[in-house]
């Protein structure tokens, strides 16, 4: 092809990354090439955040949907509780850690997914500590002035002697006694499940009816999770989305990034008697699903300088003296497993975003995990994705693959054009067409089926990307996890390999200049790929090869043919 056409190629595809980055700008997603969310900065280590009243920000809010302000607890300091007591529970997947103080969940250990920084112990998740805040809390709101109800500061008292689960159930109690309302929270953990059911039991010991709201809420600052991708964010795709979700019947599937809460430009449904809300960040998420049917409001605000809150304010009723009510909801706290998120709410599986181009990934996807139903091995599994995805283009591939080889065949007819007409362009240009006429070749025709193939590789990405089931997972020999780069640089050095193998395949330009430049192509995207996960390299490895050996075929079939022809 004519390396000014690729050029131009280039320009304009560059062009359209452009245009895309600024309407995801517009439309309030995170830019492309966009610094990090939040910023950050370290808080002091002197004060507990997740125990500070001005901090954690409880909302003491009238009962009423519509209004979920943010106040502090009558009697309660604002500085961290050096009593605080902490309770660990565990079940085969689950660490979990609650604080007696709110009955927070203020640490979790994902036991079968290994730490970023050291494999021999397990990821957490939620953690609580010296210049880190990400912990899930609860209790009552819509007390009246100069009372407080049990809330996320009071103190709780452990109801449960069990610490670890022996059959397939696993039921922790807590207990708080303030303003004359007892409220007691159930956690049920099950075996092999990241699914909690946790109830709100409210008891009314006055002598007069009060009107509660139960409010569930997420709490984070803004530093970067572990185990960030090192690649360039313009190239991390939606899976790599750090912020809060919300999700309705009314809007759907609602981003909201940290720096537009920081900004309070913010723009999610306020109120709705349906859906979930979240904090996700790669691979993993935490999502409060309140009862579905009953009105409450939403609340995403920061506390302090890079603290945030996630909250819904759920306005019970009144409950008369001496009654009682009880308020369930789940609370997922795990890995972004899109078929257990389906089945705890709907919309719940949005979460693993792939996002305008899910129509193509959603099914790239099942047919990924259904291969490694049959294989057993990630690795294996996109070896053999990528062979039936190349497989299924192969008619559009091998069309582009000609238009290349009758282009390499005619490149010495091309430069001898070139030198008869020096810089008469018109004349140039019209001896070419005539050329390409005679010889039914089309210029575009090695663009073109490549184009078109683009939305399918790049739906491929992003499910390699942003499959949890890729995070520690082995595939052979010196590559023990797919989810990160390759140790030894083995993969990335074969793509850059291939890639100049590809170039030697293809019609060589006719400026020296530009041939060097072209040359250097393969240098630029093998060093990217020394970033990128290793089962991303693995695909684009495969890839690589296959499209050597058809266009190898084709390019020699066709010799053999104009050699034929000429006879």
């Known amino acids: 092809m004519d390396i000014r056409r690729t050029i131009l190629l280039m320009i304009f595809s560059f062009s359209l990354l452009m245009l895309w980055n600024n309407w995801q700008v517009h439309q309030g997603n995170p830019p492309l090439f966009g610094a990090p969310t939040a910023s950050v900065k370290p808080k002091s280590e002197s004060a507990d955040p997740a125990s500070s009243a001005s901090v954690a920000g409880v909302p003491n809010a009238p009962a009423t949907p519509t209004s979920p302000t943010v106040a502090t607890v009558p009697g309660v300091s604002a500085t961290a509780n050096p009593a605080s007591q902490t309770v660990v529970f565990k079940t085969d997947v689950l660490a979990l850690t609650f604080d007696l103080q709110g009955a927070q969940l203020v640490r979790?250990?994902?036991?079968?997914?290994?730490?970023?920084?050291?494999?021999?112990?397990?990821?957490?998740?939620?953690?609580?500590?010296?210049?880190?805040?990400?912990?899930?809390?609860?209790?009552?709101?819509?007390?009246?002035?100069?009372?407080?109800?049990?809330?996320?500061?009071?103190p709780f008292t452990l109801e449960t002697a069990a610490r670890e689960l022996t059959g397939d159930t696993l039921v922790i109690k807590f207990s708080s006694v303030s303003g004359d309302v007892k409220l007691t929270k159930t956690f049920t953990l099950k075996r092999g499940d990241y699914a909690v059911t946790v109830a709100h039991h409210i008891e009314n010991l006055s002598a007069q009816p009060i009107t509660p709201s139960v409010y569930l809420q997420i709490t984070r600052d803004g530093s970067d999770p572990a185990g960030t991708s090192s690649a360039p964010r313009f190239l991390s795709g939606p899976a790599n989305f750090f912020g809060a979700a919300i999700y309705s019947e009314q809007e759907k599937f609602q981003k909201v990034t940290l720096a537009e809460i920081e900004k309070r430009k913010a723009t999610y449904i306020k109120q709705a008697d349906n859906g979930w809300f979240s904090f996700i960040q790669h691979y993993f998420v935490t999502a409060w699903v309140p009862a579905q049917g009953k009105s409450r409001s939403y609340d995403l605000t920061e506390l302090e300088k890079n603290l945030f809150a996630l909250r819904s304010i759920e306005p019970v009723g009144a409950i008369a003296a001496n009654s009682n009510l009880t308020i369930t909801s789940k609370l997922w706290i795990g890995p972004q497993d899109q078929s257990a998120l389906e089945a705890l709410a709907p919309g719940l599986e949005l979460v693993v975003d792939y996002g305008r181009l899910t129509i193509i990934a959603k099914p790239v996807f099942s047919l990924m995990t259904w291969l490694f139903s049959l294989l057993g091995n990630w690795g294996w599994t996109i070896v053999l994705l990528t062979v039936l995805i190349k497989a299924a283009f192969y008619p559009l591939s091998a069309a582009s693959y000609r238009s290349m080889a009758k282009m390499k065949m005619v490149a010495p007819r091309l430069q001898a054009l070139k030198e008869k007409f020096g810089d008469d362009r018109q004349k140039l240009n019209t001896a070419m067409m005539e050329m390409y006429r005679t010889e039914k070749i089309n210029p575009l025709g090695g663009c073109l089926p490549i184009v078109i193939q683009i939305p399918v590789f790049i739906s491929l990405y992003y499910v390699l990307g942003s499959s949890v089931e890729l995070r520690g997972a082995p595939w052979i020999l010196w590559v023990h996890d797919l989810a990160v780069r390759d140790p030894y640089f083995i993969l990335p050095a074969i793509m850059m390999a291939t890639m100049f193998l590809q170039m030697r395949l293809n019609p060589t330009p006719p400026d020296p200049v530009q041939a060097k430049v072209m040359m250097f192509m393969p240098l630029v995207f093998g060093g990217m790929m020394f970033f990128f996960p290793s089962g991303l390299v693995l695909y684009w490895c495969v890839n690589n090869i296959l499209s050597i050996a058809q266009q190898w075929y084709i390019t020699k079939k066709m010799a053999t043919l104009a050699t034929v022809v000429h006879r």
């Open 108 to 154: 979790t250990d994902l036991l079968a997914f290994p730490s970023v920084e050291d494999p021999a112990k397990p990821f957490t998740l939620l953690e609580r500590a010296a210049g880190h805040t990400y912990v899930v809390q609860s209790g009552l709101t819509g007390a009246a002035a100069g009372v407080a109800f049990p809330n996320h500061l009071a």
